[in-house]
């Protein structure tokens, strides 16, 4: 066999080496983009289902409940500045957006430093569950799955926003908005929601007097 031919017979099987892995690559991001808008789509129904387990199995108690409130309040906070920015696309039924957001608090709660955007509301929403599992005391083992399981489920939905971000708004500069309180009406919905879980909490500790 010839050198030239030795390096041709090389650089045939590099390239096919390489293309490969580009393809697995390529085939990884979008299982993984997949898995994210599936369980964005069913984001509610799986934290209900969440709740309602732990609901049924925790123990709250007086101390329980006052020191989870704060944790609540916190992640209500934080989720009610990022829908002054955010609006309705935070309460759409799939993956996506109508503009590139970089104002407010969405210049922070990044995943990483070269992540597109950061993702304050779901920051907030790991504060309201871990208010909860404070709250209403499940056993110990319940409360990490439950965390684990949040942490994966919203790792997943964060790296599929992403990928939408950097697809759609390739090049396009980040609109630099200012806080509308009217944005933010619709977290009425979540308050409430946090408030009638909190006060089942409390039904749970009078109910054993």
């Known amino acids: 066999m010839t050198l030239s031919r030795c390096i041709h017979t090389w650089r045939s099987a590099s390239l ?17 983009e997949r898995l994210g808008r599936w369980l964005f789509r069913w984001r509610g129904l799986i934290g209900s289902v969440g709740f309602v387990v732990v609901f049924w199995l925790g123990r709250p108690g007086f101390v329980s409940c006052l020191v989870g409130l704060p944790l609540l309040a916190a992640g209500l906070a934080l989720r009610f500045w990022a829908m002054g920015y955010i609006g309705a696309d935070a309460r759409a039924g799939e993956v996506g957006a109508q503009s590139y957001i970089g104002a407010g608090p969405y210049r922070w709660f990044k995943l990483s430093a070269r992540a597109s955007a950061g993702h304050p509301l779901y920051f907030g929403n790991l504060l309201l569950v871990l208010g909860t599992l404070v709250c209403f005391r499940p056993p110990v083992l ?16 964060a790296r599929a926003e992403e990928r939408f971000l950097n697809r759609e708004f390739r090049g396009v ?29 409390w039904l749970r500790v009078l109910a054993r007097l």
């Open 16 to 32: 096919t080496v390489v293309g490969s892995r580009l393809e697995s690559g390529v085939s990884q991001h979008g299982a993984v």
């Open 173 to 201: 500069a980040r609109q630099d908005l200012r806080f509308a309180a009217r944005r933010a009406a619709p977290e009425w919905r979540a308050i409430v929601t946090v408030a009638v879980v909190y006060g089942l909490a």
């Open 142 to 157: 319940l409360g990490l799955v439950v965390v684990g399981l949040f942490l994966f489920e919203y790792l997943a939905i």
